[in-house]
Structure formats: C-alpha cells, structure tokens
C-alpha cells in the first residue's frame, strides 16, 4: 500500500510561485508512475503533468507547459510540482497520484493510477 501526503498550496497573487510536495510512504517508490492531477470547481479532473516509473521521462500537459516542472527525489520519496508565472486560471485543488503504469501514453489517464493523495488547494488571485 501506498499512501501520498500532499503540502505546498496556499494563496498567491498571479505572476507568482508555488512548490507542491508530495510525499510517498512506498518502499519501492522508484517502481511507481507518478502525476499530478487538477480539478477546479464545476470542471472535469485535468491532467497537469506525470513522470515515467522508468527512465524518468517527464511530461507537462500543454496548458502548464514552460510554466510548471514535475520531479522526483527518490532519497526522499518525493515528487514536486514547482509552479511559476501562476495565473488565476490555475486556480483548483491538486492532487498527486502513483500507479504502475508501463506505457508513457497512459500517464495522462487518471482511471491508471491506484493511490492518490488527499489533494491541496492552490488558488491565485488576479
């Protein structure tokens, strides 16, 4: 079982910075997908950007892209979302998710991940 604690949202006037952490209590954490997902009130979950559970491939979905950077740091069992140039658009609860998931075109799909954690409120005033 893996169980994901999330940190890092809070309130920030547009233009500005946040970094996520989210923090994975699995001894084979290198083993695992990891994403991180949105969903702002009235609105659909949204893909924001995953890496791959081999070769630490990374992808940002196209409206975060250039703004927003996923990484891990395996010594501590934890994946960041680092998130520049906020925009009141980005306004939603985050929340990372892990999964086996083998193919990189899958990343994207949030019914593929099996452990999400318990999500973090970002919102960016204009």
């Known amino acids: 079982q893996v169980q994901l604690v999330e940190s890092g949202g809070g309130l920030v006037q547009a233009g500005g910075s946040l970094r996520l952490s989210c923090a994975a209590s699995?001894?084979?954490?290198?083993?695992?997908?990891m994403g991180w997902f949105r969903q702002a009130p009235g609105k659909e979950r949204e893909f924001v950007a995953g890496?791959?559970?081999?070769?630490?491939?990374?992808y940002h979905a196209v409206p975060v892209k250039g703004r927003f950077t996923i990484s891990k740091d395996n010594a501590k069992n934890t994946v960041y979302l680092q998130m520049n140039s906020l925009k009141p658009e980005d306004t939603a609860v985050y929340r990372c998710?892990?999964?086996?998931?083998?193919?990189?075109?899958?990343?994207?799909?949030?019914?593929?991940?099996?452990?999400w954690g318990q999500g973090t409120q970002v919102t960016v005033s204009s």
């Open positions: 998710a892990a999964g086996i998931i083998l193919s990189d075109s899958l990343l994207q799909k949030p019914t593929r991940y099996d452990y």
């Open positions: 699995g001894r084979t954490f290198s083993n695992y997908a």
């Open positions: 890496v791959s559970l081999a070769g630490g491939r990374t």
